[in-house]
């Protein structure tokens, strides 16, 4: 399985006055990237909630190259880089209409249970994000 | 007792490409205003909630008059303008350094249980946002 | 010609931990609505303010019945209930799938020049507008 | 010269459902920190973009340890990690009341002409960020 594509438009508030969007809120469309990619594999984010497991986000990262605009149609390209026992490391790009990247990403997100200690994640869900990995990526079983 | 006054400074993400803040976030000053004005009072809103107790916003309305920039000190002055059994209603003006109004607004809050039902604000909150309210300020005792 | 209909799901970072999107939000599915609307007359927001106009946010109110959820899908249903020369109102109301109501509101927003000073709206921006009207909607030629 | 400490309150919208900020807002509260670190140097940095010059975001990470709460009195910790002729980085690190660790991360920020085009620190604000370097904090004149 390979990359998968969430399209997008920046918000008028969520470009700043140099008149572009303001840098926090490309974990937003990172996320918004996450959630389509999970519900597409058959694991819905708000279902695994409504499971009591919760995905923390322990660690992001954003590189910016060239400026995102107001209304311009974007992709979040997303991919599963790494899926471990216990956490999920997502890798983005956003990238302009002509395939431009804009910006760059990864989320590491940690399993928790409903008292927020860390946990393992669910077989099932573990299993299809598994399966949503990107041919040739290797996985960690141990992180 | 009178206006309850905060100091803010918009935020940079907060200013949208026409260099103003974006209107949306006029009411999470309102916020900020009232939250502090609830703590002046004795009753922290945070504390409200640990008790199982929650003001929802039922109602909210700005009127924008002139534009807040971008790290402009800026005064929220909160005022109580009824206090209920079960609702509260704040009104807010935004004043820049000269205290000209740039915008204000009012937000009706509904009381509800752990179970997002309405009901009675507790009696001791209830009586400290009575004593906040402004002299002459008419109460209703039955919204 | 009748409602608009703009089809958003609340994101995680906008709901609150009383597990329910956060009140300044609906400010900015208001908005999306609003955008998509104006896009779909052939009057493109961000190309208006190329031209050198833009319409500023002069007045907001939002009347929240039912909390919306995260990742809930739902409606913002559109309607233009004014059209003068210098100012428009927009009316709004979010839908769950039900076609419950969960919140309704308006804007009244005021067109700019490249100043900030008030000015008339483009001729066939009005126009446009206008012909965006639901049949039946009194408009104002002089607001 | 060492680090410089601003006070924050997480804001109720900030705070999601799982009752944690949302990580995306650590970047501004970090960005909080630089600004008032930058205000102290004597070169607060509205001014630096009166004078034509941005301070664009060009790389963020943020590690997350603990969570920040609602309403919580954080600390932002902020230092100057490297100043170059034309790009900046910042380190920050969020502490709670006990000064424990709730979270770290960077950011680097380049500086552009009005045009968007990268180009050297102002000779004066370059003087005072090298000032503000914590001591023993090697620097780099060529990044």
């Given at each position: 399985?390979?990359?998968f594509l969430?399209?997008?438009?920046?918000?008028y508030g969520e470009v700043d006055r140099m008149g572009v969007v303001y840098h926090a809120h490309y974990l937003s469309y990172f996320e918004i990237g996450r959630t389509e990619f999970m519900?597409?594999?058959?694991?819905?984010y708000?279902?695994?909630?409504?499971?009591?497991?919760?995905?923390?986000?322990v660690e992001a990262a954003v590189r910016?190259?060239?400026?995102?605009?107001?209304?311009?149609?974007?992709?979040?390209?997303?991919?599963?880089?790494?899926?471990?026992?216990?956490?999920?490391t997502f890798r983005y790009e956003l990238w302009d209409a002509e395939g431009a990247v804009?910006?760059?990403?990864?989320?590491r997100l940690g399993c928790m249970d409903e008292d927020n200690r860390p946990c393992a994640l669910p077989r099932d869900v573990y299993s299809r994000l598994k399966a949503g990995m990107k041919p040739g990526t290797s996985s960690s079983e141990t992180s």
């Amino acid at each position: 399985m390979s990359e998968f594509l969430v399209t997008i438009r920046p918000r008028y508030g969520e470009v700043d006055r140099m008149g572009v969007v303001y840098h926090a809120h490309y974990l937003s469309y990172f996320e918004i990237g996450r959630t389509e990619f999970m519900r597409s594999l058959g694991t819905p984010y708000a279902e695994l909630e409504t499971r009591g497991f919760r995905l923390a986000v322990v660690e992001a990262a954003v590189r910016y190259r060239r400026p995102a605009l107001y209304d311009q149609e974007l992709e979040v390209a997303v991919t599963l880089a790494q899926v471990g026992r216990a956490t999920v490391t997502f890798r983005y790009e956003l990238w302009d209409a002509e395939g431009a990247v804009l910006s760059s990403g990864h989320t590491r997100l940690g399993c928790m249970d409903e008292d927020n200690r860390p946990c393992a994640l669910p077989r099932d869900v573990y299993s299809r994000l598994k399966a949503g990995m990107k041919p040739g990526t290797s996985s960690s079983e141990t992180s």
